[in-house]
């Protein structure tokens, strides 16, 4: 019989308290900047890459910072 997997999480990968969550594209996002940025001194070509992923960064996070009312507020001014 197969046994249950525990999920364990470090410390330092568990959010703060009081802290929302981040999502799952801001994860994403930040794990692939951190590649392309080891790629970037030796292959510059990949520079444009880097920038798109810092604006999307900053996106996600300016989408998380206001609340869903007030972008929706916003969206219809």
Not at 8 to 27: F, I, N, Q, R, Y
């Amino acid at each position: 019989m197969a046994r249950a997997q525990e999920s364990h999480v470090k410390a330092e990968e568990a959010p703060a308290l009081g802290a929302p969550p981040p999502s799952d594209l801001l994860v994403r996002l930040e794990s692939n900047l951190l590649y392309v940025a080891r790629l970037v001194p030796t292959y510059p070509i990949y520079a444009p890459i880097f920038e798109r992923l810092e604006r999307e960064i900053m996106n996600e996070k300016a989408a998380q910072a206001t609340s869903v009312i007030e972008r929706a507020e916003r969206l219809l001014r």
